[in-house]
T-cell receptor, first 113, second 113 residues
Framework: DAKTTQPPSMDCAEGRAANLPCNHSTISGNEYVYWYRQIHSQGPQYIIHGLKNNETNEMASLIITEDRKSSTLILPHATLRDTAVYYCIVRAPGTSNDYKLSFGAGTTVTVRA | EAQVTQNPRYLITVTGKKLTVTCSQNMNHEYMSWYRQDPGLGLRQIYYSMNVEVTDKGDVPEGYKVSRKEKRNFPLILESPSPNQTSLYFC????????????FGNGTRLTVT
């Protein structure tokens, strides 16, 4: 499995875009990038995932570099409710490791008024 | 409403007294999993189940048991709880493996004295 590296914490201003980086330099061709977030001890929440094309949904945008070694989750207009721990993971569907997953420490994002 | 329901939300018990934390999902998901979360350690997978009667160990299975007799239910059993099992526990489910987004319950905060 490709491992991911995220900064432990970051701040952003309310109303501004929050850009959350994730490094996955050992990603293989069939591995997808997934993002989840966890708001203050609630159950984690799925945000978005992608393979190589940029993806956008109602919550966020995911930008994956052309070499796929890194990605950025973009929260376009951060609000105080976006304060959370954000987890970046990579998985390959349909492989023997498709079922086993622990989450790392993630990035603690604090949105400030 | 599609959801993963865990019970109880809070539980205080004593060392050695068997307990069960229930988890139920109403989305007909094949995959279910249990996690524990401790400060600074992210979410670590305890056990997972790919389908009825199919379970396997995650990263931290010691001291826990699970069963999957029905598709919707995946209880976590602590036969002889110890203080080091004091933690926040989450149940999760997905349509099929980790390729599909995981849906998490609201958590069970367990204290073993």
């Amino acid at each position: 499995d490709a491992k991911t590296t995220q900064p432990p914490s970051m701040d952003c201003a309310e109303g501004r875009a929050a850009n959350l980086p994730c490094n996955h330099s050992t990603i293989s061709g069939n591995e997808y990038v997934y993002w989840y977030r966890q708001i203050h001890s609630q159950g984690p929440q799925y945000i978005i995932h992608g393979l190589k094309n940029n993806e956008t949904n109602e919550m966020a945008s995911l930008i994956i570099t052309e070499d796929r070694k890194s990605s950025t989750l973009i929260l376009p207009h951060a609000t105080l409710r976006d304060t959370a721990v954000y987890y970046c993971i990579v998985r390959a569907p349909g492989t023997s490791n498709d079922y086993k997953l622990s989450f790392g420490a993630g990035t603690t994002v604090t949105v400030r008024a | 409403e599609a959801q993963v329901t865990q019970n109880p939300r809070y539980l205080i018990t004593v060392t050695g007294k068997k307990l069960t934390v229930t988890c139920s999902q109403n989305m007909n998901h094949e995959y279910m999993s249990w996690y524990r979360q401790d400060p600074g350690l992210g979410l670590r997978q305890i056990y997972y189940s790919m389908n009825v009667e199919v379970t396997d160990k995650g990263d931290v299975p010691e001291g826990y048991k699970v069963s999957r007799k029905e598709k919707r239910n995946f209880p976590l059993i602590l036969e002889s709880p110890s203080p080091n099992q004091t933690s926040l526990y989450f149940c999760a489910s997905s349509l099929s493996g980790l390729y599909s987004p995981l849906h998490f319950g609201n958590g069970t905060r367990l204290t073993v004295t």
